[in-house]
């Protein structure tokens, strides 16, 4: 199975678990090149790749441009805050503008839902969402998805708590849509204001209390408290978030035996994980961040035409 | 000048007319309707056959864009769509630039919709000063010029006094206020209806309530002042209790549904296009199917299109950067045709009651029937033609339409204003 037929990967939400075992397998052999010495495959040699991002990013932004290199595309980034999108551009010339210039894939964050829809019915380069507005995350959740299927064997399954604002995370919303194609058993655990609305009806259970949120949990997935969203009267106060939601050691005990911990990162510490729980051997926070590079790179390839069987050889 | 309009369906629900029969219109009024009449021969004949033949639509909640946003819409072009849309009658809503808030700009509406020539315009003014719901609009001035009602349309008057003086002031002139009921607080930085929708799509939400309060503090505040409160574009099934109750209660309320809102639920906002971006949102299915309910058992007073055309640059862009609004007045008649009447949803005397005398009664005009001695406004409807929608053929400068490319069946035939023939089959005559 190739990715000929989809243009772009703009969210999981209409992505088949068909394609997300593609990209998860491919990734496998994408994750040793990535741990050589010699870290590169002339793969994508003559391809363009160029990020834009409308928002900041440490990890996505770089990942994507690192997967790029390693497969030997040409990665180019527009720094939003120092081109013409500051004279009043429009999203839409800035995009053309940049399409005339030739690369074959785009990759866009965007604090606005639904921007890199729009980006992709009005450009011929291939779009890849790196995150819009509170809607989709999807390279995010396919790294989750990764790091659980690396330790755990399968995703089939597997009881996975995502902890947090889960009505302001793109990263809850790809993984839910991932993640349900798996059979596995969803919660979510959050204050009540930060819980969206009729979200059972996407297949997951909802929980204010963090303890028997996490009860047998084979996967805490803990997101980040992003205090630049929680304008309005959402929940009283950082402390009473941690008094509340704080994941600690003492937590995991009341998870699976084999719990493990996931974070999309920038963690805040002692905010909504603990630092103890966030340096232990069952937070594979920074497995994420590898895998996230092998992810992207098996998008990367796929989405640039490549066969499976060239890379695993 | 002699017109007639032979072998139509007329239905004209304001004097319980509903027959085949003949129309004689001379020097642009109506003189006769009767069965085969008898005429002298030098009458322009204008064959109905097949076709239903009602008086002139009104739609009293449009936006012309005028003074002031011409790029969207001018008193010219939206006259000509509304001809085209089967319109005989539109009134302006007074978010411009300046605002209709004082005699002069009304005036200028009004004086610049005579001479468009195409159909009656009517200015709506503003309740507050610059629409900044502080400070009453010079109301009884805005009268004087031509205004026909009230609205800080666009936007709630937020503040519940500055609501209840509006209404005092407003009955004392024997005009009705016209709200636009949104809790600001509520509905804040939303995009699309609160709902499992919106939660799918990854768009802040606004809740139906964000409606449904500011009407039951309107309703309220009628019945405090006796005042007549006209609730704009009410889009859920809670507000409509809220009416419901508000009728029965004796207060002085009546209500518009939009055509989008009977017709289109927030799931097609699925595809992030802004065409879909209006306020009030597009609901979900039990709203939807709660309006189309209350239209057939005769809650909603009249149905209004809230024409709001945009330039593409407002339109062109992300969901959360696009203007809400569609461009409806083309499209209302066959919409309402297409998907409730041949539907079976609504009966068609029902129909054009709630774009004729329905309107007519909420303004108190001297408008929506086809009574002799009266200005001919006549819209023929062809009930089996099939067209597509298509955007670049309106009239309107406003595109934005969610209806873009849908196959609608029962468009406007013909529009005749003050015994002229306007529009036809779709285009100016």
């Given at each position: 199975m190739r990715f000929d037929r989809r243009k772009d990967l703009l969210g999981l939400?209409?992505?088949?678990?068909?394609?997300?075992?593609?990209?998860?397998?491919?990734?496998?052999?994408?994750?040793?090149?990535?741990?050589?010495?010699?870290?590169?495959?002339?793969?994508?040699?003559?391809?363009?790749?160029?990020?834009?991002?409308?928002?900041?990013?440490?990890?996505?932004?770089?990942?994507?441009?690192?997967?790029?290199?390693?497969?030997?595309?040409?990665?180019?980034?527009?720094?939003?805050?120092?081109?013409?999108?500051?004279?009043?551009?429009?999203?839409?010339?800035?995009?053309?503008?940049?399409?005339?210039?030739?690369?074959?894939?785009?990759?866009?964050r965007h604090p606005s839902s639904g921007a890199p829809h729009y980006v992709a019915r009005n450009t011929g380069m291939r779009v890849i969402n790196a995150g819009d507005g509170i809607n989709e995350h999807p390279t995010q959740a396919l790294l989750d998805m990764y790091s659980i299927r690396e330790r755990k064997g399968t995703l089939e399954g597997l009881k996975v708590a995502i902890v947090g604002d889960i009505l302001h995370s793109r990263v809850a919303r790809s993984n839910i849509f991932g993640l349900s194609k798996f059979g596995c058993e969803l919660r979510v655990i959050g204050p009540s204001t930060l819980i969206p609305p009729d979200v059972e009806k996407l297949g997951v259970k909802t929980y204010g209390n963090l303890e028997s949120g996490l009860k047998g949990a084979d996967v805490i997935n803990v997101l980040r408290i992003q205090r630049e969203r929680q304008h309005g009267a959402l929940f009283p106060s950082i402390d009473e978030y941690r008094e509340l939601y704080m994941v600690t050691p003492e937590h995991l005990a009341l998870a699976a035996d084999d719990a493990i911990v996931l974070h999309p990162g920038p963690m805040n510490r002692g905010i909504e994980i603990s630092t103890e729980l966030a340096e232990s051997p069952r937070c594979v926070v920074n497995e994420q961040v590898s895998n996230g590079v092998a992810v992207r790179m098996a998008v990367l390839y796929l989405m640039l035409g490549g066969g499976r069987d060239e890379i695993a050889g | 000048m002699k017109l007639l309009v032979k072998g139509g369906r007329v239905i004209d629900p304001g004097n319980n007319v509903d027959e085949v029969c003949d129309i004689l219109i001379i020097n642009s009024k109506i003189s006769a309707i009767g069965r085969d009449l008898r005429v002298d021969g030098d009458e322009d004949v204008i064959d109905a056959k097949g076709k239903i033949v009602c008086p002139g639509f009104i739609d009293i909640h449009a936006h012309f864009r005028d003074p002031g946003y011409e790029h969207k819409e001018d008193i010219i072009t939206g006259s000509r769509a509304a001809a085209v849309g089967g319109f005989t009658t539109v009134c302006c809503m007074p978010n411009t630039d300046p605002v209709i808030h004082n005699g002069p700009v009304a005036s200028y509406v009004k004086r610049k919709g005579e001479?468009?020539?195409?159909?009656?315009?009517?200015?709506?003014?503003?309740?507050?000063?610059?629409?900044?719901?502080?400070?009453?609009?010079?109301?009884?001035?805005?009268?004087?010029?031509?205004?026909?009602?009230?609205?800080?349309?666009?936007?709630?008057?937020?503040?519940?006094?500055?609501?209840?003086?509006?209404?005092?002031?407003?009955?004392?002139?024997?005009?009705?206020?016209?709200?636009?009921?949104?809790?600001?607080?509520?509905?804040?930085?939303?995009?699309?209806?609160?709902?499992?929708?919106?939660?799918?799509?990854?768009?802040?939400?606004?809740?139906?309530?964000?409606?449904?309060?500011?009407?039951?503090?309107?309703?309220?505040?009628?019945?405090?002042?006796?005042?007549?409160?006209?609730?704009?574009?009410?889009?859920?099934?809670?507000?409509?209790?809220?009416?419901?109750?508000?009728?029965?209660?004796?207060?002085?309320?009546?209500?518009?549904?939009?055509?989008?809102?009977?017709?289109?639920?927030?799931?097609?906002?699925?595809?992030?296009?802004?065409?879909?971006?209006?306020?009030?949102?597009?609901?979900?299915?039990?709203?939807?199917?709660?309006?189309?309910?209350?239209?057939?058992?005769?809650?909603?007073?009249?149905?209004?299109?809230?024409?709001?055309?945009?330039?593409?640059?407002?339109?062109?862009?992300?969901?959360?950067?696009?203007?809400?609004?569609?461009?409806?007045?083309?499209?209302?008649?066959?919409?309402?045709?297409?998907?409730?009447?041949?539907?079976?949803?609504?009966?068609?005397?029902?129909?054009?009651?709630?774009?004729?005398?329905?309107?007519?009664?909420?303004?108190?005009?001297?408008?929506?029937?086809?009574?002799?001695?009266?200005?001919?406004?006549?819209?023929?409807?062809?009930?089996?033609?099939?067209?597509?929608?298509?955007?670049?053929?309106?009239?309107?400068?406003?595109?934005?339409?969610?209806?873009n490319g849908m196959e609608l069946r029962g468009w406007p035939w013909m529009t005749i204003s003050g015994g002229e023939i306007v529009a036809r089959e779709g285009r100016l005559a």
């Open positions: 939400r209409d992505v088949t678990r068909e394609e997300i075992e593609v990209i998860l397998e491919t990734a496998v052999p994408m994750k040793d090149i990535i741990r050589r010495d010699m870290k590169k495959v002339p793969a994508l040699r003559g391809k363009g790749i160029i990020t834009v991002f409308y928002e900041n990013s440490t990890r996505t932004r770089t990942s994507f441009e690192l997967a790029g290199k390693y497969l030997s595309a040409d990665t180019s980034n527009l720094g939003v805050s120092t081109s013409s999108v500051q004279k009043g551009e429009s999203l839409k010339d800035t995009i053309k503008t940049i399409e005339m210039m030739g690369p074959d894939v785009l990759v866009m | 001479a468009a020539g195409f159909i009656n315009v009517l200015p709506i003014g503003s309740i507050t000063k610059n629409l900044e719901g502080e400070e009453l609009s010079e109301m009884a001035e805005l009268a004087q010029a031509g205004c026909i009602g009230f609205s800080d349309d666009g936007k709630p008057v937020m503040r519940s006094d500055v609501m209840r003086h509006a209404l005092e002031y407003a009955h004392m002139l024997n005009l009705p206020i016209l709200s636009h009921c949104e809790d600001l607080n509520l509905s804040r930085d939303g995009l699309m209806h609160e709902g499992y929708y919106s939660t799918l799509y990854g768009l802040q939400g606004i809740p139906a309530e964000a409606e449904e309060i500011m009407i039951a503090r309107d309703v309220e505040l009628a019945a405090l002042t006796g005042a007549h409160l006209h609730v704009c574009h009410v889009s859920t099934k809670g507000a409509l209790h809220i009416i419901e109750e508000a009728k029965s209660s004796g207060a002085h309320v009546t209500c518009e549904v939009t055509p989008h809102h009977l017709t289109l639920t927030d799931e097609v906002v699925g595809t992030y296009d802004t065409d879909t971006k209006v306020n009030p949102p597009l609901r979900s299915e039990n709203h939807v199917k709660a309006l189309v309910r209350a239209l057939s058992e005769g809650l909603i007073d009249c149905i209004a299109t809230d024409h709001a055309p945009h330039n593409v640059e407002s339109k062109d862009c992300e969901y959360a950067k696009a203007s809400f609004g569609i461009s409806g007045i083309e499209t209302a008649v066959a919409v309402i045709m297409d998907r409730l009447v041949h539907t079976g949803l609504l009966d068609i005397t029902e129909m054009v009651r709630l774009f004729t005398v329905g309107p007519s009664r909420v303004l108190s005009l001297d408008l929506g029937t086809l009574t002799p001695e009266r200005k001919a406004d006549i819209t023929i409807i062809d009930p089996d033609t099939i067209r597509r929608v298509d955007p670049t053929a309106f009239q309107s400068k406003g595109k934005n339409t969610p209806f």
